[in-house]
């Protein structure tokens, strides 16, 4: 086989990969318009600092990150959080306080910090108890995330807990993201326990009972990244790909097919290759005649028998509108947002006090330009020179989706005076690194899932076919793989019959 992968981002790259494991005579071609792999996974190493411009870490819970890092010789690398700062703080009236003590995402694990917090009122608080006796909804129909938590706890736990936590992941509009396509998982204990707090109470008992019970084996933080960051996970498995399969600074501009059925590619030459193994256009002795699909590099054209896209879906939309239409409106269905992440730097003397927890998150009724902060170099001492402190501060989404295209110059003040506000930081940074993404974050409004579902089934009887990224089935980088995974095995299962 002779394929093409469209993106060389985790999940373009991933799908290349596991490619190379499958059909191992297969050529693979993995086409990305930068000069370098990673999509927004970007590691920037600056006067000591390392600096993650987009994700800093991903969940262990989804083992598909772990595993890989571990197949392709990282597992060294790997670094848990801080066990001494596993803590969140929450925004209110301007103030930090720490999140509830087994507080998890939407639901509490125990009552008596619920009680004590400062964040809620008392009647706040009440009406989160009476959680226990709401009754259950049973059916399978979708609902908002806002809609479901005011149900389940009430209007004060979904404004100043639930709001920020899930907005600090999604950057999305609480009152249109589905439940049952981000934390599915609340709407089955709801039915199943009939209450979250009496679910969430079972959960810790058997996992505290699990513990006891493990003889061996490793165990992680919920939260790791890599020692060298997380560029290191797209270079190393790029280096996996064989030689001159990785065409970066390759932008495919149009993709169409013709009467006979193929398809075809055209692409142009966008900027300087980085690595100097790169050709500028493939070697035509290892494409076959025999193809379904080809593409034009240059000033030659060349043979796949099938492709996949690992693009932002408003750029496979685009690629897609000629030969597949319906296919391409519904992926402009699935909206998007985008963020900015802003780096500061500090001497650690700056900061005039002691953080108790890893970041913050601030919720919608703050009316601050802030979704949330990270306190990079706590999560993660690696991270600064020994006196130094690294904060990373995001902004943009749904809340403010101009920030995420806003100019570094008139960006960075607004981050700097609301961050000052929240903080107590005297001086200015020693320096400022500042990262735009635009339209990267997908948003999973109610109906995602029956909409991904008319996606798939537009596609799944093109076995040359096959679509990859955060769109669809989760947004974090283990996510990010399986989806690359399952588009290889996607267009390896057909010629494996």
Not at 12 to 32: C, E, K, N, W
Not at 46 to 68: C, H, M, W
Not at 269 to 281: D, E, I, R, V, Y
Not at 332 to 354: L, M, P, W, Y
Request: glycine share 8%; proline share 5%.
């Amino acid at each position: 086989m002779n394929i093409a992968v469209v993106g060389a981002g985790i999940s373009g790259l991933s799908a290349a990969y596991r490619l190379g494991q499958l059909v191992p005579d297969a050529t693979i071609r993995v086409f990305d318009r930068r000069n370098r792999c990673g999509g927004v996974l970007e590691t920037l190493n600056r006067d000591g600092f390392q600096i993650e411009q987009s994700a800093d870490n991903f969940i262990t819970t989804i083992p598909y990150g772990v595993k890989l890092c571990k197949e392709l010789g990282l597992g060294e690398q790997l670094i848990q959080t801080n066990p001494s700062v596993r803590r969140t703080y929450v925004v209110r009236r301007g103030r930090l306080h720490l999140l509830p003590d087994g507080f998890l995402m939407m639901a509490p694990t125990k009552l008596l910090p619920m009680a004590v917090t400062p964040i809620l009122s008392p009647f706040g608080k009440l009406r989160a108890g009476l959680e226990l006796f709401i009754p259950a909804r049973k059916d399978d129909l979708d609902e908002s995330m806002a809609h479901f938590v005011r149900r389940r706890l009430g209007r004060e736990v979904f404004e100043r807990l639930v709001e920020p936590l899930v907005s600090g992941v999604y950057a999305a509009d609480m009152e249109k993201l589905s439940v049952l396509a981000t934390l599915p998982r609340f709407r089955e204990m709801e039915r199943h326990d009939g209450s979250l707090i009496r679910a969430m109470q079972k959960q810790l008992a058997a996992n505290r009972a699990a513990h006891l019970a493990e003889q061996s084996g490793a165990r992680y933080s919920m939260f790791v990244t890599l020692r060298n960051g997380l560029a290191s996970l797209c270079n190393s498995l790029a280096a996996k790909l064989q030689p001159n399969s990785l065409q970066t600074g390759h932008e495919v501009t149009k993709v169409w097919k013709t009467a006979n059925g193929q398809w075809v590619l055209e692409t142009k030459l966008c900027g300087s290759q980085t690595t100097s193994n790169l050709p500028t256009t493939l070697d035509s002795s290892t494409t076959s005649n025999s193809s379904a699909i080809s593409v034009l590099s240059a000033d030659r054209s060349h043979h796949f028998d099938a492709v996949i896209f690992a693009t932002p879906i408003h750029e496979s939309s685009r690629l897609l509108r000629d030969s597949i239409p319906k296919l391409a409106d519904k992926l402009t269905e699935i909206r998007h947002e985008g963020t900015a992440v802003v780096t500061f730097a500090f001497n650690s003397d700056q900061i005039k006090q002691s953080f108790r927890g890893m970041g913050f998150v601030v919720p919608k009724t703050e009316q601050s330009p802030i979704l949330a902060g990270s306190f990079s170099s706590l999560k993660y001492e690696h991270r600064a020179p020994k006196g130094k402190f690294l904060i990373r501060i995001f902004a943009g989404g749904s809340r403010f989706p101009e920030l995420a295209e806003l100019s570094d110059s008139r960006l960075q003040p607004i981050l700097l005076t609301a961050m000052r506000k929240i903080l107590q930081i005297n001086g200015d940074p020693l320096f400022t690194e500042i990262s735009h993404w635009p339209r990267t974050m997908p948003q999973y409004h109610v109906g995602h899932r029956e909409l991904v579902q008319e996606i798939e089934s537009l596609i799944s009887s093109d076995p040359t076919l096959a679509l990859a990224g955060n769109a669809f089935h989760g947004v974090g980088i283990p996510n990010c793989i399986q989806s690359g995974f399952q588009a290889a095995e996607k267009l390896t299962a057909t010629s494996a019959k």
